[in-house]
Nanobody
Framework: QVQFVESGGGLVQPGGSLRLSCAASGSIFKLYTLGWYRQAPGKQREFVADITRGGSPNYIDSVKGRFAISRDNTGNTMYLQMNSLKPEDTGVYYC????????WGQGTQVTVSS
C-alpha cells in the first residue's frame, strides 16, 4: 500500500519561505508524475503543482514565480520550495499522484500570518 508522508510546514510571516518534503513508497515514486495539493480552511482541496518523472514542472497561476517543485528519485522525496508566501497560501499541504489519486497522508500545515 502506498503511503505519503508530508513534512516541513509551520507558521511563517507574509513574505517568508518554507520548504515542504514528501516521502513516498519507493515502488511508485519513480514511475509517476507527483503532485502537491492544499486545502484551506472551509474550502475544497486544490491542485498546486506537479512534476513529471523527467522533472518537468507545472504550477497553478497563483503560485508561479513563487513556488518551485523538485524531486529526488534516488531518495524517493519530492519538495516544494515556497517563497514570498501570502496569507492565501495557508492550508494543509498534501502530496499524491495526479493520474491516480491514492490514500491521502496526514498532510503538513502551512500558516502564513503576521
Amino acid at each position: 500500500q502506498v503511503q505519503f508522508v508530508e513534512s516541513g510546514g509551520g507558521l511563517v510571516q507574509p513574505g517568508g519561505s518554507l520548504r515542504l518534503s514528501c516521502a513516498a513508497s519507493g515502488s511508485i515514486f519513480k514511475l509517476y508524475t507527483l503532485g502537491w495539493y492544499r486545502q484551506a480552511p472551509g474550502k475544497q482541496r486544490e491542485f498546486v503543482a506537479d512534476i513529471t518523472r523527467g522533472g518537468s514542472p507545472n504550477y497553478i497561476d497563483s503560485v508561479k514565480g513563487r513556488f518551485a517543485i523538485s524531486r529526488d528519485n534516488t531518495g524517493n522525496t519530492m519538495y516544494l520550495q515556497m517563497n514570498s508566501l501570502k496569507p492565501e497560501d495557508t492550508g494543509v499541504y498534501y502530496c499524491n499522484t495526479p493520474s491516480l489519486i491514492r490514500a491521502w497522508g496526514q498532510g503538513t500545515q502551512v500558516t502564513v500570518s503576521s
